[in-house]
């Protein structure tokens, strides 16, 4: 990767010089190159510095230690579905395919990556997006696709309601039983309705569960097809979580509700939760926070007492800047959680330009993902614009148990990167996918290399957090 020519990390400040790196900054034992420790970069083989448009699905740790990192690689005439499998130290395991990466032709032209799991056995389990039916791939520990899922690897269920017919998987999820469970949007004749199926281990519809395998719910508003159903989560005791947001079309802004659904493990709705109707919690936030607009939210987490966060954007009550971390939580009984804030929310601004910016969007940040650590503490992904202000960066955004922010984390509880690789001033870092290890916080996405290019990256960050087991 050596025309790769400058490395930044926005935090530095939180360093102190020659003192010991603060809990969040990157961890020079991983990454791909001496100069830019901390950092791993994942060649495309078959692409440029500006033709390279890789995006990332999903971040997960092998049994052995090892990662995978899953996602789609953009190839000439075609975009192909990548399998990076890297070491403990972030390097690429040239043991496995073509010095760390097996790939194959994707499903459809515009496919991604939208979703990746490991189930018990270790197989990867991937949701692909963008195709006109659910599909799910699943690879076995070797890297090979598992023919004993619908006999190729390959799983695609159609829905086809009407409209385009298009129907789009969004979040997968694996059941103790190896029952495969996707949930995502399914187009009708007037509007895009949130889909959940439920199939066995060898890709056959789970006939108890809803119709032939299969729950459509109406909403009064679409689910939009991109990022509308962001969350999927299963219960201890078999309940299924989806999560997400409802819009009045694909283009408002204005208006958005946030909604979780929950199921009992037949596909039936559940009559111990909800808000509006059994089974069903939506909230519409912008009246009651008296915002020109709804806030939005991009991910959840499912906590084991049976609460939900939903993580997002916010428009910001400061002149100075365009958005904040959105978190809203709901209690077990599908409420509210006032407790915590005003109608369930808090909302944090991370403000790296400082109090006084040449524009307001130059303080924008917006949480992409949420995990617990061992402590019970939780860490926030973000997107956010860099110091400079014209770049795209990660931010991480670490949380007590009360939901105050952690100031032992970073900078006062928060931290920014940013790699500038690129040689043509189009520089960017965009974080998707969270992991938590031992002693390290490992954060999965693309680096900008130039005005059309991307290539997958992770980076390291050291982490105070000595266990890898979750606080639940």
Not at 340 to 346: D, E, K, L, Q, S
Not at 395 to 411: M, P, Q
Request: some cysteine; hydrophobic content about 40%.
């Amino acid at each position: 990767m050596r025309q790769f020519l400058l490395a930044a990390a926005l935090a530095c400040s939180a360093l102190g010089g020659g003192a010991a790196a603060a809990d969040g900054a990157l961890d020079p034992s991983f990454g791909t190159d001496g100069e830019f420790p901390g950092y791993g970069f994942y060649a495309n083989p078959n692409g440029t510095p500006n033709f390279s448009l890789d995006t990332v699905g999903g971040v997960l740790q092998r049994p052995d230690g090892k990662l995978w990192l899953a996602g789609r690689m953009r190839a000439p005439g075609a975009y192909r579905l990548s399998l990076y499998r890297v070491g403990a130290n972030g390097y690429p395991d040239v043991d496995f395919g073509e010095l760390g990466l097996r790939s194959v032709i994707g499903p459809c032209a515009d496919f991604n990556v939208s979703n990746a799991v490991l189930d018990a056995e270790g197989r990867v389990v991937l949701a692909i997006n963008g195709c006109p039916d659910f599909m799910v791939y699943r690879f076995l520990p070797n890297g090979d696709l598992d023919s004993s899922l619908a006999g190729s690897g390959v799983l695609t269920v159609p829905f086809d309601q009407g409209g385009d017919n298009e129907d789009f998987s969004q979040q997968v999820a694996v059941a103790a039983n190896g029952d495969i469970i996707v949930a995502g949007t399914v187009t009708t004749a007037g509007t895009t309705q949130l889909g959940i199926i439920r199939y066995s281990d060898a890709g056959q519809p789970v006939a108890a569960f809803g119709s032939a395998g299969k729950v459509q719910l109406p909403f009064e508003w679409s689910v939009p097809e991109i990022r509308g159903v962001n969350g999927l989560h299963l219960m201890a005791d078999g309940r299924i979580v989806v999560t997400g947001a409802i819009s009045q079309s694909s283009q408002a802004v204005s208006d958005k509700k946030q909604f979780v659904v929950r199921l009992l493990a037949n596909g039936s709705m559940d009559p111990s939760f909800g808000n509006v109707s059994a089974g069903i919690s939506k909230i519409n936030l912008k009246s009651p926070l008296g915002l020109s607009e709804s806030p939005w939210s991009y991910a959840s987490l499912l906590e084991s007492d049976g609460r939900v966060i939903q993580v997002g954007k916010i428009q910001s009550n400061q002149v100075s800047s365009d958005g904040d971390i959105f978190l809203l939580r709901w209690r077990a009984d599908g409420q509210l959680d006032t407790s915590i804030g005003a109608n369930g929310v808090r909302q944090y601004a991370l403000d790296f330009a400082g109090p006084n910016p040449a524009e307001p969007r130059y303080n924008w940040e917006a949480a992409r993902a949420i995990t617990r650590q061992a402590n019970g503490n939780y860490l926030i992904l973000a997107s956010s614009n860099s110091n400079q202000g014209e770049y795209v960066a990660t931010a991480l955004l670490r949380l007590k148990r009360n939901f105050g922010v952690d100031t032992s984390f970073g900078n006062g509880g928060k931290i920014q990167h940013l790699v500038q690789i690129s040689t043509t001033g189009q520089h960017g870092l965009n974080g998707d996918a969270l992991l938590l290890q031992r002693g390290r916080i490992v954060v999965g996405g693309t680096a900008f290399t130039g005005l059309n290019g991307r290539t997958q990256m992770m980076f390291g960050m050291q982490h105070d957090e000595i266990f890898a087991d979750t606080f639940d």
